[in-house]
């Protein structure tokens, strides 16, 4: 039972340019996005979040953009930089449940200098 | 920056023995999960604690597997015969509120290597 997925389990941009991570999901009663980024051997780290009643959330290098009737979410990096390169997992929540995350399958990035 | 913190970075065990991983979450949160990472898959969650009892858990958090809040500060999660498919990476993570996600916190993490 894929809620949340990320179809591409790898991208790679060259520094300085736009990176563009996708999420889809399917279940209409999540209510909070999240991404996180995960370097190897460590946690995942929250990076930025997006309520269901917006479309857009900015954070200095980081927007996410919500599409509510395609049920689609994408992270933008702009300028991406080699520090970038790390594991991106998308996720969900229910707000008012236990808050469990669903999270995707994640998106490695790689930012080429 | 306060942080969770867990115990070991690393442990390798036989099948079937019992394994213990222990988590302290930041002092004043009330939520705390453990979710776990096979290798390559996504991360998964496992289940949920809220005032020292299971708020929530998944299908994969079977009677093998228990958690348990021993004092004020740590956080465990036991599992009592292991199995070569529990080899993954668990994470511990904790709120001070539920549900929006961008206050929970994960710890790096406990390798389980079950040979």
């Known amino acids: 039972d894929q809620q949340v997925k990320q179809n591409s389990p790898s991208l790679s941009v060259q520094e300085g340019r736009i990176s563009i991570l996708n999420c889809d999901y399917t279940?209409?009663?999540?209510?909070?996005f999240l991404w996180y980024k995960k370097y190897p051997a460590e946690g995942p780290t929250f990076l930025i979040s997006i309520s269901s009643i917006k479309d857009k959330n900015e954070d200095g290098r980081f927007t996410v953009f919500l599409n509510k009737s395609a049920k689609h979410l994408s992270l933008h990096i702009v300028p991406s930089q080699p520090g970038d390169s790390a594991v991106y997992f998308c996720a969900a929540v229910v707000v008012g449940n236990t808050g469990k995350l669903i999270f995707g399958q994640g998106t490695t990035l790689q930012v080429k200098p | 920056e306060p942080e969770v913190t867990q115990t070991p970075s690393h442990q390798v065990t036989q099948m079937g023995q019992e394994v213990i991983l222990r988590c302290v979450p930041i002092?004043?949160?009330?939520?705390f999960y453990w979710y776990r990472q096979i290798l390559g898959q996504k991360v998964e969650f496992l289940v949920s604690f809220y005032n020292n009892e299971i708020s929530e858990k998944s299908e994969i958090f079977d009677d093998q597997f228990s958690v348990e809040r021993p004092d004020g500060s740590n956080f465990t999660l036991k599992i009592r015969s292991t199995k070569l498919e529990d080899s993954a990476m668990y994470f511990c993570?904790?709120?001070?509120?539920?549900?929006?996600?961008?206050?929970?916190?994960f710890g790096e993490g406990s390798w389980l290597t079950v040979v």
């Open positions: 993570a904790s709120t001070d509120r539920e549900g929006a996600g961008n206050t929970i916190y």
């Open positions: 002092s004043n949160h009330l939520y």
């Open positions: 279940n209409s009663m999540f209510d909070y």
